[in-house]
């Protein structure tokens, strides 16, 4: 019963998200993947920072609050009569690194020096 009731929720939900399902499926099964990742000692990285800081290893990903504000640059620019066709597509201009340094240690993996500066966030 309870595993109907779960997919039941994780359905709902993808419905609603339906626009960006790889993210609902990673936050759906975050928790999951940590802990399989952990059980079987094998390294992951993903792209959301709340993979490390949520006990994964690291992520690298583009910094999201940095892509919001780049967005409300274009809602200011289509507000003011651009068309939004001839906007142009922009990729990611900044980028973070988390190291989890309990999760490496726990796999036991040495991580570079050179890798911790270049980090934006350690966590230890």
């Known amino acids: 019963m309870r ?57 690298y990903g583009q910094n999201l609050p940095d892509a919001y504000r780049r967005a409300a640059g274009y809602v200011d620019r289509i507000l003011r009569g651009e068309k939004a066709a001839d906007l142009p597509v922009q990729n990611p201009t900044k980028l973070e690194l988390v ?3 309990k999760a490496a240690k726990a796999l036991g993996l040495s991580v570079p020096q050179t890798l911790l500066v270049a980090a934006d966030e350690v966590i230890e």
């Not at 595993?3 to 929720?9: G, H, K």
């Not at 990673?26 to 920072?49: G, H, K, M, V």
């Open 3 to 59: 595993d109907r009731r779960n997919e039941r929720s994780w359905r709902r939900r993808q419905s609603r998200d339906q626009h960006d399902s790889h993210r609902l499926w990673n936050r759906s099964f975050r928790r999951q993947i940590i802990e399989l990742t952990a059980r079987y000692r094998l390294p992951a990285i993903d792209r959301d920072r709340p993979f490390a800081s949520g006990g994964g290893l690291a992520s």
């Open 99 to 101: 190291i989890n340094l």
